[in-house]
């Protein structure tokens, strides 16, 4: 009998029944060197439950169905709602459940960063859409510390494991989540040019604020940490979405936003017009307030891209493993084993860094630490957050013209890989900002200089580089014109120093020889040597 010409053959299996956290050799060494083995035994329920079949449909249900917004009840009264799909609040809820929101600042654990920080790297490859409202509330805790009233009203409920949708009374729910208006039409990045106005309510503290804000995600969360223009200057608000008395505060939710990537949450324009804030911080320190959440969620940001990395990174070493041509597997092809080590080499390289960042964040009160955290944030935000979408571009061809199909999931890894470099600041603002820290902060370039330097004679091509890197310093005159170059090396030597001392040698190796100092190409797949197949192993899910 004839085969059936219908029935599908050399086609890689979907990519389910997988522990993303155990099945990452680079994650799970990070979280045990920057935290325990138990840690990591913490969280294989997660990764269980990440990598499940369960998992994957409810991501893709939660951007084939949008969130839809409803200004209007049937009465004519104005509620501003948005509505989501099961599978948004299915994500949501694990996402809380497994404590990556605001958990780790009420836990006693010396390791509930990177904790939550490997959980929230390995959760995200479910969908990276829902990873906003939770990152923006893991990053609302350390601002709200500005006053410690407000502080002890909030803390709890974004701390609580428990999801508890829907708009009421703060003190009536079991958990809350937060978000940030800072951004408006005329300004972007520079929030010092706002003109949305916070006007005195007669109550100490309380202001209504009137003006428009250009990209608010996440409109139905509890409460948002929003920048205004009080009398003594750019100040910072608590706005919540209910009032203290059950009624709705006045956020007008004016339209959401057609974006380009991930089509689950739900990002917004809002009016304000009367709105009900209290003041958190002094007037005229608004910026300063708020910069506690703009670090939190740099972190996030590298995390969600080396995330990113690491989901597209899985889909292409699956599928080679799995697919053949010409005569044998692609996984089996020197020139694909060449790109796909080249691709986990990129991926280890993120992973490292942002856990090694969330370990820093841990071990805040050491002055090493504060100082490496300072200057490490936007270098990781400028460089991790810059290589992905060409990482996540080249996973994608691995699987051809099956990468380019929606099914695939890689067209809207792709679409989503240039977010987090242009949320919370874009390349510019985060390589300026590097100069800033370099100029006014004198520690934090030697608390860079410490970290690399312990590698210092491990391998001379990363010597090399981090002199090369420290000699781009001695011109003022060029720093601002050369501030991309010179935060993609220290980011590099960053990288670098990390992997010649905890990678597997062959892993150190190909960083080293590709990415510091080399007349290396950029395109990926071109490495120099020929034996890759144990990189490739050790990145490929094992189901």
Wanted: hydrophobic share 40%.
């Amino acid at each position: 009998m004839d085969s059936d010409i219908r029935a599908s053959t050399n086609q890689a299996p979907l990519l389910v029944g997988h522990n993303v956290v155990t099945g990452d050799a680079a994650l799970v060494e990070a979280v045990t060197r920057h935290a325990s083995a138990d840690v990591v035994g913490d969280l294989t329920a997660l990764g269980v439950e990440a990598g499940s079949a369960e998992a994957r449909e409810h991501g893709v249900l939660a951007n084939r169905h949008h969130p839809e917004l409803t200004p209007y009840d049937r009465y004519g009264n104005r509620i501003d709602e948005v509505e989501f799909h099961p599978s948004w609040h299915w994500l949501m809820e694990r996402a809380v459940g497994h404590g990556l929101q605001a958990a780790p600042w009420e836990s006693d654990s010396p390791h509930a960063h990177v904790r939550r920080a490997a959980g929230f790297f390995a959760w995200s490859q479910t969908e990276p859409g829902h990873g906003c409202p939770i990152s923006m509330t893991y990053a609302a805790v350390p601002a709200l510390r500005a006053d410690d009233a407000l502080a002890k009203e909030w803390t709890p409920l974004l701390a609580s494991t428990t999801y508890d949708p829907g708009l009421r009374t703060p003190s009536t729910k079991r958990g809350a989540l937060a978000g940030m208006g800072m951004t408006e039409k005329q300004g972007g990045s520079d929030v010092r040019a706002n003109v949305t106005q916070a006007r005195p309510a007669g109550v100490d503290g309380e202001y209504t604020l009137h003006g428009h804000k250009w990209f608010t995600s996440a409109p139905m969360n509890d409460l948002f940490l929003v920048l205004a223009q009080a009398p003594g200057g750019v100040t910072c608000f608590v706005v919540p979405r209910v009032l203290p008395n059950g009624d709705r505060n006045r956020l007008d939710v004016v339209r959401l936003k057609d974006k380009l990537g991930n089509r689950s949450n739900a990002s917004s324009e809002l009016e304000l017009d009367g709105t009900w804030a209290q003041r958190l911080g002094d007037e005229g320190r608004g910026v300063r307030t708020i910069l506690e959440m703009v670090a939190a969620t740099r972190l996030d940001c590298v995390l969600g891209s080396a995330s990113l990395m690491r989901r597209s990174l899985a889909e292409a070493s699956w599928h080679v493993a799995h697919r053949s041509a010409f005569g044998s597997l692609l996984a089996d092809k020197p020139l694909m084993q060449n790109v796909v080590a080249d691709l986990a080499v990129e991926s280890e390289a993120a992973t490292a860094l942002a856990l090694r960042l969330a370990a820093a964040v841990d071990r805040a009160d050491d002055p090493h630490e504060a100082a490496l955290r300072r200057i490490a944030l936007p270098l990781a935000k400028f460089w991790v957050c810059k290589r992905t979408p060409a990482m996540v571009a080249e996973a994608l061809e691995c699987l051809g013209g099956n990468g380019y199909v929606e099914e695939s999931g890689l067209p809207l890894l792709f679409r989503e890989s240039p977010l987090n470099s242009i949320w919370e600041g874009s390349g510019n603002v985060n390589a300026l900002d590097v100069l800033r820290a370099l100029g006014r902060e004198p520690e934090v370039l030697q608390a860079w200089i410490t970290e690399v330097g312990k590698a210092r004679g491990a391998d001379p091509r990363l010597d090399a580089a981090v002199d090369t890197t420290l000699s781009l310093l001695g011109d003022a005159s060029a720093l601002e014109v050369g501030a991309r170059r010179l935060a993609g090396q220290m980011a590099a030597c960053l990288q670098g120093s990390l992997l010649v001392r905890y990678a597997p040698p062959e892993v150190a190796d190909a960083y080293c020889a590709s990415r510091l100092g080399t007349t290396y190409g950029g395109t990926f797949g071109a490495l120099p040597g020929a034996d890759f197949r144990s990189i490739v192993e050790r990145t490929t899910p094992q189901v």
